[in-house]
């Protein structure tokens, strides 16, 4: 199958547990994500956006329907397989920023490089350390950068591979104001500026302002989108969202 979509989705289902006890995180939701294109998944807590690219990004197993990233079905994918491809053409970045605190900011960032015993490219690799602003911070470890730096040496890890999707779950929860809107500024470059497609989960409209559209859930379906998000007209979206649900 060949797809002007980055990432795809067809009837994707997740389920937790069974019997009475059984929670429907997801259900049948049909999207597709914009290849060189920056969105936003938002919707209320518990309203699976976290679940929903953990299920796209094949950090989750799907209870019913299927996923493309590209032309590749990652449900037809065994584990090792699954493993490989996202090692080598995903990326991403998470609230907690995961670096190895034994490893400096360069070597953390090269780490997915050298897991696929690739030799890193010095000028890609320059290249994204000056988007990333981080030149005069390469040798020092994760204990001695603040944590909008932690975050940027996450994005530029995230990016090392020129992987086909970076998924970001709630990059800036952990942040403060200046530092959310420098780590933002750096996925909005890196689909301006590298053809990256950024898929990210926030609960914030200043956040989502910063993506080319805008994903609606409620109650693990698909309920809304938005081009050319404001931090206004997403807040207002919101505020519909939830008076039409109530």
Not at 19 to 46: H, K, N
Not at 48 to 67: E, I, M, N, P, Q
Not at 213 to 219: A, K, N, R
Request: charge should be negative.
């Amino acid at each position: 199958m060949t797809t002007h979509a980055a990432v795809r989705t067809t009837g994707l289902t997740k389920t937790y547990g069974a019997g009475p006890s059984q929670v429907r995180a997801l259900t049948d939701v049909d999207a597709e994500f914009a290849r060189a294109e920056f969105t936003a998944i938002m919707g209320p807590s518990g309203s699976g956006k976290s679940t929903l690219l953990h299920c796209v990004a094949g950090l989750d197993t799907l209870s019913a329907g299927r996923v493309w990233i590209g032309d590749t079905d990652l449900t037809g994918l065994d584990d090792d397989a699954l493993t490989v491809f996202r090692r080598d053409r995903l990326g991403f970045v998470f609230q907690a920023f995961n670096l190895l605190p034994t490893l400096t900011a360069r070597e953390n960032i090269v780490l997915p490089l050298e897991l696929a015993r690739r030799r890193p490219d010095p000028e890609k690799v320059a290249g994204i350390v000056d988007a990333v602003g981080l030149s005069d911070r390469l040798d020092h470890r994760p204990s001695e950068l603040s944590g909008g730096q932690q975050q940027r040496v996450a994005c530029a890890r995230a990016l090392v591979t020129g992987p086909e999707v970076v998924f970001a779950d709630e990059p800036t929860g952990a942040l403060d104001s200046t530092s959310s809107a420098e780590v933002l500024g750096l996925l909005r470059h890196s689909a301006d500026a590298f053809g990256q497609t950024v898929v990210m989960v926030t609960h914030d409209p200043s956040a989502a302002a910063y993506a080319d559209s805008v994903l609606f859930l409620d109650d693990g379906r698909v309920v809304d989108s938005l081009r050319g998000p404001t931090a206004d007209s997403v807040l207002d979206r919101i505020k519909a969202l939830e008076k039409a649900v109530r």
